[in-house]
């Protein structure tokens, strides 16, 4: 079993940053990619950027230029640095961890006000 734990959100005024972080731990083979989802109020889950093993990135349209994600392989750990926050970036983030199955973290709440 694989066990995410997530920290950094909150709230935050617009043109702000925050910086998530999520560690994974337990029985860990391979991982293929880590990456940060979020979801809005009322609005379904949405990839905003993903690190695949290899080192290649993804980033949604709507953050790029804005936020970056960065992993340590020593610490099975990958961040998000979000900059110039807007109020639409308010949701709940998950972290995700895919190795031959998905895990998901429980979720970290990032506001952000106008």
């Known amino acids: 079993q694989v066990r995410l734990v997530e920290s950094g959100g909150g709230l935050v005024q617009s043109g702000g940053s925050l910086r998530l972080s999520c560690a994974a731990s337990g029985m860990i083979f391979s991982i293929n990619a880590m990456g940060w989802y979020r979801q809005a109020p009322g609005k379904q889950r949405e990839l905003v950027a993903n690190i695949i093993s290899g080192g290649s990135t993804n980033y949604a349209d709507s953050v790029k230029g804005r936020f970056t994600i960065s992993r340590d392989n020593t610490k099975n750990t990958v961040y998000l640095q979000m900059n110039n926050l807007k109020p639409e970036d308010t949701a709940v983030y998950y972290c995700?961890?895919?190795?031959?199955?998905?895990?998901w973290g429980q979720g970290t709440q990032v506001t952000v006000s106008s």
């Open positions: 995700n961890v895919m190795t031959i199955r998905s895990f």
